[in-house]
């Protein structure tokens, strides 16, 4: 790692709210990462407001470009998504989609780099089935999915505007999560 080539970690998620409970999820995972030394980017919910993804666009939004070129910068990356009905939220689903325009890199999809996972659910059952759901998608795309991954119930954890929850076990594994990615990718600059 060098200033002209720092180690570089990519946080995308949320939802539409500004400051949604995923969202701060997210933030406590980068900011584990960013204190491993590596720079730190979050591309927020409502930053992830784009187009249907569709290969045969010409065109990409001012938007979609900037997801794109973070994603091919990006050493590591760290997802979060809102589940919804058991699912992944459409705005997180979708900007993972974008990734297909990176088939052509040298370096394809996500390959070879480090990808932590947390989904964020008012309920086990669709906390842990988004979990699930973002693992597949990571394998589909050639990321390596981090040991720990974190299934979020917002039923019982609350985030706050200072960075903490009040269940100090899921801010450990949202750091833990965070410092995963860093590391590795910090492992793999060597």
Do not use: C
Not at 11 to 30: C, N, V
Not at 107 to 121: F, I, S
Request: hydrophobic share 40%.
């Amino acid at each position: 790692m060098t200033a002209a080539n720092p180690v570089r970690v990519l946080g995308i998620g949320g939802s539409l709210r500004e400051g949604s409970q995923s969202e701060r999820a997210l933030r406590i995972a980068l900011d584990a990462a960013a204190e491993r030394g590596v720079v730190t980017e979050l591309i927020p919910g409502p930053e992830l407001v784009l187009p249907f993804y569709d290969t045969a666009a010409a065109e990409r939004t001012e938007r979609a470009v900037r997801l794109i070129e973070a994603v091919r910068r990006a050493d590591g990356l760290i997802v979060v998504s809102p589940g919804y009905h058991g699912a992944l939220s459409g705005l997180v689903k979708n900007a993972l989609d974008y990734v297909e325009d990176l088939r052509e890199d040298t370096r394809p999809y996500l390959d070879g780099r480090a990808v932590g996972l947390a989904a964020v659910a008012y309920g086990w059952q669709a906390a842990v089935t988004t979990l699930e759901q973002l693992r597949t998608i990571t394998h589909a795309l050639r990321g390596w999915a981090t040991p720990l991954g974190g299934s979020v119930n917002s039923a019982e954890t609350k985030f706050d505007e200072g960075g903490g929850a009040s269940d100090e076990k899921t801010v450990r594994t949202l750091r833990l999560i965070g410092a995963q990615v860093a590391d590795q990718a910090l492992l793999r600059s060597r």
